[in-house]
């Protein structure tokens, strides 16, 4: 759980960092910052909320599946919430 909690803490860090950069980026008028932040910005949030289901299905798996083994489960969770 702690390495869910890892990714899910970088994947809103880089979101929160986007985010408040995009008000300095839009006051440059280049097209291709704008371009690029939008696309920084989009792909953190949905990376957010892949890694917030990933939480909610690891607690799922933890709490109601208790006997369940996954092989190479932190590999698998870690390209799918990437």
Known sequence: ???ILMNMFVSLCLLNAAFLSNESI???QDNTACVFIAL???YSMLASFTWFFIQAFHMYLWLIRQN????NYVRKITVLGW
Do not use: E, M, S
């Open 1 to 3: 759980a702690t390495k």
């Open 26 to 28: 839009a006051k440059t």
């Open 40 to 42: 920084v910005l989009h």
């Open 68 to 71: 369940v083994t996954i092989t």
